[in-house]
């Protein structure tokens, strides 16, 4: 039996599979969910208290606060950031 991936990274094997874009944006969802609950906890808000100083619904947090769900918007984050009194950056590097 061959294996066809061996020796391979794991970038490169979801590259071949077509799935490198999608598991390198969950990753960074996560990351983003992680940091502002971790904020959150931190500067005692509640997910109720969150969202009513952001503007927005409960349900519309949770999207944001969801680690799989990759559709955010930049207005979303920058509001959550800013009632957290913090600021993304965002950076692109090379490969």
Do not use: C, Q, W
């Amino acid at each position: 039996m061959t294996h066809k991936h061996k020796g391979t990274t794991v970038d490169s094997f979801l590259e071949e599979e077509g799935l490198l874009d999608d598991a390198e944006a969950v990753a960074i969802k996560r990351v983003i969910a992680y940091e502002l609950e971790t904020t959150m906890r931190k500067s005692r808000f509640s997910k109720t208290k969150m969202a009513k100083k952001m503007h927005t619904s409960r349900s519309a947090l949770d999207r944001l606060l969801d680690p799989e769900n990759t559709s955010i918007t930049l207005n979303t984050l920058v509001r959550a950031a800013h009632v957290l009194d913090k600021k993304i950056n965002i950076s692109i590097s090379e490969l």
